[in-house]
């Protein structure tokens, strides 16, 4: 059974730098064609896609967040790690982490997110 | 990148058939293979409803489908239901910037 839950403060000050974490079960990161990415949703607005990890550490950011972000791993830990720094007001969201399969056993090149944490808000106030 | 196109919202009675529209580029929804839609129930995670533009994860109705024509990808729902009240998504992933674009959402209401 596949799980992700994120996890961090529910408020940060503008300026500060906001730190998640992904803990997920189900599957691991070690393996061969596997991801995790990290996803966003101010209330009341679409997703938008931040960051994600591949299984041999290769990362890629969102070309507009590139600046502010940084996504890591803890294979050991079954953690994946979204650091944004500079949090402003407009940061306010559902942070949502999700597993992201580059193959499903059979084929390879699969771009989709096939479970979903339960995602977290975070609001950004002074 | 810009966000792909989708409605705001649609409408239906139960029973009934509706479609939502996502529009993108050359460079990504119309490339192959790689839109993907999702649902979202309000205060809930999005759930993988399509993928590679027209299949359906196991446990998923068959009510649902999805196809594609150039650079607009379509999602249909036929036999409405109320429980598919919910919002839409699509999303597609492009190769020029190695990342994806969602659409802006689409406002599912059952009359």
């Known amino acids: 059974q596949v799980t992700l839950k994120e996890s961090g403060p529910a408020v940060v000050k503008p300026t500060q730098t906001l730190t998640l974490t992904c803990t997920f079960s189900?599957?691991?990161?070690?393996?061969?064609?596997?991801?995790v990415i990290w996803i966003r949703q101010p209330p009341g607005k679409a997703l938008e896609w931040l960051a994600r990890i591949d299984w041999d550490d290769d990362k890629f950011y969102s070309t507009s967040l590139k600046t502010r972000l940084t996504i890591t791993k803890d294979t050991s830990k079954n953690q994946v790690v979204l650091t944004m720094t500079n949090m402003d007001p407009v940061d306010t969201a559902t942070y949502y982490c999700a597993r992201s399969p580059y193959c499903d056993g059979t084929t390879c090149s699969k771009y989709y997110f096939d479970y979903w944490g339960q995602g977290t808000l975070v609001t950004v106030s002074s | 990148q810009s966000a792909l196109t989708q409605p705001a919202s649609v409408s239906g009675s139960p029973g009934q058939s509706i479609t939502i529209s996502c529009t993108g580029t050359?460079?990504?929804?119309?490339?192959?293979?790689?839109v993907s839609w999702y649902q979202q129930h309000p205060g809930k995670a999005p759930k993988l409803m399509i993928y590679?533009?027209?299949k359906r994860p196991s446990g998923f109705s068959n009510r649902f489908s999805a196809s594609k024509s150039g650079n607009t990808a379509s999602l249909t729902i036929s036999g409405l239901q109320a429980e598919d009240e919910a919002d839409y998504y699509c999303?597609?992933?492009?190769?020029?910037?190695?990342?994806?674009?969602f659409g802006g959402g689409t406002k599912l209401t059952v009359l």
């Open positions: 999303c597609s992933y492009t190769h020029t910037t190695n990342s994806w674009l």
């Open positions: 590679e533009d027209n």
């Open positions: 189900g599957f691991s990161l070690s393996t061969s064609g596997m991801r």
């Open positions: 050359s460079s990504d929804v119309g490339s192959y293979s790689l």
